[in-house]
């Protein structure tokens, strides 16, 4: 399940709304809205996110929120380590294989340190701003 997953199940549930009566509602499948919250499919697009946010009333920094998780929420990663180290094409090789047996307090650890290390939000190549991940 992925960081935006978890957080669309609690709000439907808080809510005691089905799968299918919020599917129904936003117009998707019921099919697609179980992927999301499990983590089957990629993160949904922002303006899903906004439906969604409308949908719930998320306002401000609860919208926020979810659009934040959202970008976390992409459940497979691609790591492109060309031009970098060979220390960081180690480390990141070695995360790849190990990351399923971390448990909480260790992957907690590692993403406090990501998360002081970088913001959310970086300059892209081309000089927009772009979003990527960091904590």
């Known amino acids: 399940m992925t960081p935006f997953g978890a957080r669309l199940r609690d709000l439907r549930r808080q809510r005691n709304l089905t799968l299918t009566q919020m599917a129904a509602d ?3 499948s019921a099919a697609y ?4 919250e499990h983590g089957k499919r990629g993160r949904p697009g922002p303006g899903l996110v906004m ?13 926020e929120a979810l659009k934040r998780l959202a970008l976390l929420s992409q459940p497979k990663v691609t790591l492109d380590t060309s031009g970098l180290s060979p220390r960081a094409t180690g480390f990141a090789n070695r995360l790849a294989e190990c990351l399923r047996h971390l448990d909480d307090e260790a992957i907690a650890a590692l993403d406090e340190l990501l998360v002081r290390v970088r913001p959310m ?11 990527r991940f960091s904590g």
Not at 51 to 63: K, N, Q, S, V
Not at 121 to 131: A, I, V
């Open 26 to 28: 936003l117009n998707v």
């Open 33 to 36: 809205l179980s992927a999301l």
């Open 51 to 63: 439906e969604i946010c409308g949908y719930f009333g998320l306002i401000w920094d609860e919208a």
């Open 121 to 131: 939000r970086t300059q892209s190549r081309k000089g927009r701003r772009s979003d």
